[in-house]
């Protein structure tokens, strides 16, 4: 019995460990692309070669999921504000819900699944074959080859690609607008731009950047630590997807807080 | 003979464990300029690791690694560049970066540590292709080529930057004939060129032909490390065995 509590104990004291070193080594890495992204050497055409790989290859996808969300939050919020005669109330709404929270937050989710999992996939892959120890031997930085140049190019994109978002949002809140509920597209147009205010706007592109940051410090660090071959790699894959969204939607939470106290 | 030449490496009285697989428990020897030294083993003894520690792919639990008179070991990533660049590792595996063409990959210790312009790389590259025997072969993607073949890729890249030592592991494993030749006579090639190398294999023929001395590890110990003569000679039980069942592989 007292054998068993001490194992337990034990247990849960290296669980705990575990998950100290792994914070501890997460940090390390993001202060690490930090510290060095402002030292030579500058890799400029391996940023722009991943802008063009994860923010251009993302720009289908999101004008997708624009769409749909701004179709279907005006059908559902029309419906539902006609009940009580707040149609006009709609492009306001949806407007706002879409600047703040939907935007940033479904590109996000998007852009982890197919870009976190990409990174993941594609640097686990790499330290399995030992390029990534071959990057060392070369005397070069895993951290300033393969880690800086994906970080910044999704922080960079992610923001870009949920004021895309949010622009197809609005044009499919638009369309719905004009189609079920009779509001003309000039005061559907207007309604949006006096009701999201510039905070609302910096407030969606602040918090894709934290949460394009949390999808690349997490894919490489994940990628970086791959082992057993190509099982290791799905693994890495799955495991980046599922932390990422999981910590997107939490982080969203407390950003939204923040902002809304100090804006 | 090799004693009068200068040091270049002392790996003095290593440690190393992986959890409570020891691997290394006071491995020490001496690499001088322009020498080609055999590590013999059975598999897992550790050889491998010793090249890594050597180049700080992994760091070692105790002992020292010293170039030239400086010690290396206690080096933090970032310091380890210079040596990286003096000391070259060809992986077993090649390790090419399958995303880019021979040429860029032979190119990119030139474009990272140099300024040479792209027309003094490309010569080098091409140079360097000529000494691999894979001339017009610098557009082809890793994928493209045979198990020799990126062998001799990732020498060419460990070579390009004229290191003093090149770390060889594993060169010739899993190759036929033809390509362990190939291998073997650039390896000679370099040699005669006064580059110092650390040979892991376990082809003996190539390590007695190549090498001007072998070392032979086993149990974390160094239990061997004399001429190839001497080591074709040895009476010591171990090293018989390791030389009988080399042939019995063979």
């Known amino acids: 019995m007292i054998n068993a509590v001490i194992n337990r104990f034990i247990k849960t004291g290296e669980r705990a460990r575990q998950f100290f070193i792994f914070v501890g080594e997460i940090t390390s890495l993001f202060v690490e692309t930090i510290k060095c992204s402002f030292s030579r050497p500058f890799y400029f055409s391996r940023l722009m070669e991943q802008i063009n790989h994860i923010g251009y290859g993302s720009t289908s996808i999101t004008v997708v999921i624009g769409l749909t969300m701004g179709l279907v939050m005006t059908l559902n919020f029309g419906y539902g504000l006609a009940k009580f005669g707040g149609t006009l109330y709609v492009p306001a709404v949806v407007s706002l819900s879409l600047a703040r929270e939907m935007a940033p937050l479904f590109t996000s989710l998007l852009v982890a699944g197919r870009v976190g999992s990409g990174i993941a996939a594609e640097i686990g892959a790499m330290n399995v074959t030992q390029q990534v120890d071959a990057i060392r031997a070369l005397g070069t930085s895993p951290v300033r080859v393969l880690v800086i140049p994906r970080f910044w190019a999704l922080v960079i994109s992610l923001p870009l690609l949920s004021a895309l978002s949010f622009a197809v949002g609005i044009l499919g809140g638009m369309l719905v607008c004009r189609m079920e509920f009779d509001i003309v597209p000039g005061f559907y147009l207007y309604k949006v731009f006096s009701t999201v205010k510039f905070h609302d706007y910096m407030s969606g592109l602040v918090k894709s950047s934290i949460f394009a940051g949390i999808i690349t410090i997490f894919a490489c660090y994940k990628g970086l630590n791959t082992k057993d071959g190509t099982k290791g790699v799905g693994v890495t894959t799955t495991w980046v997807v599922v932390t990422a969204s999981i910590l997107i939607l939490i982080t969203d939470f407390f950003i939204s807080k923040i902002f809304l106290v100090i804006w | ?250």
């Open chain 2, 1 to 250: 003979m090799m004693m009068d030449k200068e040091v270049l490496l002392e790996v003095k009285n290593i440690h190393k464990a992986f959890g409570k697989n020891k691997v290394h428990q006071g491995v020490s020897f001496t690499l001088h300029k322009g020498e080609s030294l055999g590590l013999l083993g059975g598999s897992g003894t550790g050889k491998s690791v010793l090249l890594r520690s050597i180049i700080g792919l992994e760091r070692i639990d105790q002992g020292q690694i010293i170039f030239k008179g400086e010690r290396i070991d206690q080096l933090p990533e970032n310091k380890l560049t210079p040596y990286r660049i003096r000391i070259s590792y060809s992986f077993q595996s090649g390790a090419l970066f399958d995303s880019i063409n021979v040429f860029e990959n032979i190119a990119y210790p030139l474009f990272e540590h140099t300024k040479f312009s792209y027309a003094q790389i490309k010569d080098k590259v091409c140079e360097m292709l000529k000494l691999i025997d894979l001339q017009g072969k610098e557009d082809l993607m890793p994928s493209d080529l045979s198990g020799g073949m990126q062998k001799r890729v990732g020498m060419a890249r460990a070579m390009i930057l004229n290191p003093e030592i090149v770390l060889y592991d594993e060169p010739t494993a899993g190759l036929d004939p033809s390509n362990t030749l190939n291998v073997v006579s650039l390896m000679q090639k370099l040699k005669e060129k006064g580059l110092a190398s650390i040979f892991v294999t376990h082809d003996i023929p190539s390590a007695i032909m190549l090498c001007d001395r072998i070392i032979v590890l086993h149990e974390g110990k160094i239990i061997f490390n004399d001429t190839p003569h001497n080591f074709q000679n040895s009476e010591d039980p171990i090293v018989r065995k390791f030389i009988l069942s080399s042939k019995d592989e063979l």
